[in-house]
């Protein structure tokens, strides 16, 4: 069993900044995910396992940027000029991939999920 751990959350104001860190071993590619309430869980950003190929939402490219140190077993979100629409439940999430160049954009295509971590923009 797979156990993802994030860190990271918090309360910021609208303009800051805040990095969430998931830890997974493995040969995973892996995705960050948001839910708000009573909303749907949406892919934020999503990276293969090599790093190579990323993804980002539409409502999240150049502020926020997604990157992995395998060595440490850690993938990374970087967000910068966080909005009060950003706040949300963050969630990481990790598959196998014999591909090291494949990545994921749908939830359904994921088989491990952190606890989450809870991001708050206050304007």
């Known amino acids: 069993q797979v156990q993802l751990v994030e860190s990271g959350g918090g309360l910021v104001q609208a303009g800051g900044s805040l990095r969430l860190s998931c830890a997974a071993s493995g040969r995973y590619a892996m995705g960050w995910f948001r839910q708000a309430p009573g909303k749907e869980r949406d892919i934020v950003a999503a990276?293969?396992?090599?790093?190579?190929?990323?993804y980002y939402a539409d409502s999240v490219k150049g502020r926020f940027t997604i990157s992995r140190d395998n060595a440490k077993n850690t993938v990374y979100l970087q967000m910068n000029s966080l909005k009060p629409e950003d706040t949300a439940v963050y969630y990481c999430?990790?598959?196998?991939?014999?591909?090291?160049?494949?990545?994921?954009?749908?939830?359904?295509?994921?088989?491990?999920w952190g606890q989450g971590t809870q991001v708050t923009v206050s304007s």
């Open positions: 999430a990790a598959r196998t991939s014999i591909r090291t160049e494949l990545m994921y954009t749908s939830r359904y295509e994921y088989t491990y």
């Open positions: 990276i293969s396992w090599s790093g190579g190929r990323t």
